[in-house]
């Protein structure tokens, strides 16, 4: 049984092109969340999404971020025209529940390191 | 705001016992979680504390004091593989989806 998979584990991108970073769940996980992680700080929430549905973007910025999790297919976050600030390493995670039905655990990729010049 | 408190790094011993203190400040609780992570790897789940107490897994315990806003994680016959950052996190009062992290502790063992 796969475990989360992320691809890719490292993008290099020029400032003002686009990244796409793609999660696919552990099976049988219909519930996917995004966090963001900077060197020596722990994990920022950002999108919470179940298949469809993005169910909380709160930690996402409104400009440039958007993310989704189709029917078929893995879930994408998508940074359009990036910036120096956006280099980070973001992890996806999944769950078969919400939290609220769980003792909170959530099953993490290995994450994808972004990196814009 | 919301916000949680560890210390940012700790050193022991090979095969000592070694305390990871976390206090934390959030709007509503519904449970402290732990993970470990492995040079920036994938942060996988360690323990989980809803109520007050002491939760036992094999050489690691953790533990909840709610009126004190307060747990720990301990690590008992440290192995160095056991080198790794130890994060603490809340589910807070949007405790459906969210957990709130704190920044982390290095652990650096020494042989």
């Known amino acids: 049984n796969a475990g989360v998979m992320q691809n890719p584990r490292h993008l290099v991108r020029r400032r003002g092109q686009e990244a796409r970073l793609r999660c696919s769940p552990m099976k049988g996980h219909s519930h996917v969340y995004w966090y963001r992680q900077l060197p020596e700080e722990g994990l920022k929430f950002m999108v919470y999404l179940q298949k469809e549905n993005i169910i909380d973007e709160s930690g996402m910025p409104k400009e440039r971020f958007s993310a989704e999790f189709p029917k078929e297919g893995p879930s994408i976050l998508r940074i359009q025209q990036v910036v120096r600030g956006d280099s980070a390493a973001y992890f996806c995670?999944?769950?078969?529940?919400?939290?609220?039905?769980?003792?909170?655990?959530?099953?993490f990729g290995e994450g994808s390191r972004l990196t814009v010049l | 705001g919301q916000s949680l408190e560890q210390p940012s790094e700790v050193t022991a011993v090979e095969g000592a016992i070694v305390q990871i203190n976390c206090t934390y400040q959030t709007s509503g609780f519904y449970g402290l979680s732990w993970y470990q992570q492995h040079d920036g790897g994938a942060p996988t789940f360690l323990s989980y504390n809803g109520l007050d107490g002491l939760e036992e897994t094999g050489r690691f315990s953790s533990f909840l004091s709610r009126s004190d806003s307060y747990g720990y994680l301990l690590l008992q016959e440290l192995q160095m593989k056991d080198s790794a950052s130890y994060f603490c996190a809340v589910r807070d009062e949007r405790g459906n989806y969210q957990l709130i992290w704190g920044a982390g502790t290095k652990l650096i063992i020494k042989p």
């Open positions: 995670a999944s769950s078969p529940q919400g939290l609220v039905m769980n003792t909170g655990e959530l099953f």
